[in-house]
Nanobody, 126 residues
Framework: QVQLVESGGGLVQTGGSLRLSCGAS????????MAWFRQAPGKERGFVAV????????YYADSVKGRFTISRDNAKNTVYLQMNSLKFEDTAIYYC???????????????????WGQGTQVTVSS
């Protein structure tokens, strides 16, 4: 079992930056693949970024590639999402997710993750 708590959301203007954090408690944080998903009003929860156990490998949704950076600090049991050049369409609730393992396309889908945080709201004003 692992418990996830997101923080760092807020209101920001177009072009601005935010850094989200997700703290984990429970079993060894380094045992988990960590990801960020987001859900805008009236839309499905969609994949944003994933980082594997040691942090040496990451993958991003095309919509955020080059603007967002996922990272992790296993000593602090925390995963981060640095969001730069924010756009109005980035407005959503952002969720942190964890799984002990995933493979292939499952690493980029909601069903591939076992544990979820409560979400943090990010609002980008135009």
């Amino acid at each position: 079992q692992v418990q996830l708590v997101e923080s760092g959301g807020g209101l920001v203007q177009t072009g601005g930056s935010l850094r989200l954090s997700c703290g984990a408690s429970g079993r060894s944080f380094g045992d988990y693949v960590m990801a960020w998903f987001r859900q805008a009003p009236g839309k499905e929860r969609g994949f944003v970024a994933v980082i594997w156990w040691s942090g040496g490998r990451t993958y991003y949704a095309d919509s955020v590639k080059g603007r967002f950076t996922i990272s992790r600090d296993n000593a602090k049991n925390t995963v981060y999402l640095q969001m730069n050049s924010l756009k109005f369409e980035d407005t959503a609730i952002y969720y942190c997710a964890a799984t002990s393992s995933c493979s292939g396309y499952g690493c980029y889908q909601r069903r591939g993750y076992d544990y979820w945080g409560q979400g943090t709201q990010v609002t980008v004003s135009s």
